[in-house]
């Protein structure tokens, strides 16, 4: 089991850029995937990012295509999710989470989770 804790959330302004950490407790297997979620309020949790960390290979969600960037540091056992041009529609709870197994965008396939971290956008 992995344990993850995200930090690096806070109040900025539209245009601006924040990167979240998300340590890991421990080494992902080189099968895992580390994704990155956000929820706002009243919507339901919904894919950003994903990344499998043996490959490197990425995934993310058309609505930040281009603004935002999901990379991994294995000597950290940290994911990192670099957000730049941020927007008043990117406000929500940021989720870190890992899963044994491909890429998915389906948040019921991720089974360990971060507490997650607070990102309000002002325009």
């Known amino acids: 089991q992995v344990q993850l804790v995200e930090s690096g959330g806070g109040l900025v302004q539209a245009g601006a850029s924040l990167r979240l950490p998300c340590a890991a407790s421990k080494r992902p297997f080189s099968s895992y995937t580390m994704g990155w979620f956000r929820q706002a309020p009243g919507k339901e949790r919904a894919f950003v990012a994903a990344i499998r960390w043996s490959t490197g290979v990425l995934m993310y969600a058309d609505s930040v295509k281009g603004r935002f960037t999901i990379s991994r540091d294995n000597a950290k056992n940290t994911v990192y999710l670099q957000m730049n041009s941020l927007k008043s529609e990117d406000t929500a709870v940021y989720y870190c989470?890992?899963?044994?197994?491909?890429?998915?965008?389906?948040?019921?396939?991720?089974?360990?989770w971060g507490q997650g971290t607070q990102v309000t956008v002002s325009s």
């Open positions: 989470a890992a899963r044994d197994g491909n890429l998915d965008a389906l948040p019921r396939r991720y089974p360990y």
